[in-house]
């Protein structure tokens, strides 16, 4: 038995998700517990830890940096239409958005807002949508988990091509 100091909101639709697997294919199973801290319009923060089989927890690297240092965003205005171009790892994504869809365009994509962690087909992944004002999105950033230097650190991203507002 050991005690964490961690939290979780306590809406009853986000409580913890708790899986046993074994995620670096060791033979030995790991608890991954996904906690979510914030919800709300345009918002959904979530953390995971991944404890071994004694309770020791395993860190999990943030996969913000990782989304932002590896896809290129390009961005062409011609008259009243904004063209953007998402890539990364070969992958290329057009989007194209009418200058009046919105009054407040970011400057740069942010992936700050949502973040949503889950475990697909024994593998820890973090899904971050790609925004480009509060109510227009480049699709998801799926971010992959590697077991790296005794931690889980990002591996691999594509990206999903989902919705744009």
């Not at 004694?54 to 008259?79: A, N, Q």
């Not at 700050?112 to 971050?128: G, S």
């Not at 227009?136 to 077991?147: E, K, N």
């Not at 230097?149 to 990002?154: F, R």
Request: glycine letters at 4%; charged letters at 25%.
């Amino acid at each position: 038995m050991k005690t964490f100091n961690w939290s979780n909101v306590a809406n009853p639709s986000f409580y913890p998700q708790i899986s046993v697997v074994d995620l670096d294919a060791d033979g030995e199973n790991e608890i991954v517990i996904i906690l979510t801290k914030g919800t709300g319009t345009g918002v959904h923060d979530s953390e995971v830890h991944v404890l071994q089989s004694d309770f020791t927890e395993i860190l999990v690297s943030d996969p913000r940096k990782f989304v932002l240092s590896h896809i290129k965003v390009d961005l062409k205005t011609h008259k009243e239409i904004r063209q953007y171009t998402i890539s990364v790892d070969g992958q290329e994504h057009s989007f194209e958005f009418s200058e009046s869809d919105s009054n407040d365009w970011f400057k740069q994509p942010m992936v700050q807002n949502i973040l949503r962690f889950e475990i697909q087909d024994n593998q820890l992944i973090a899904e971050l949508p790609i925004q480009i004002s509060t109510s227009h999105y480049l699709g998801d950033a799926i971010v992959r988990y590697a077991f790296v230097n005794g931690k889980w650190e990002p591996s691999k991203i594509e990206i999903a091509k989902g919705y744009s507002s």
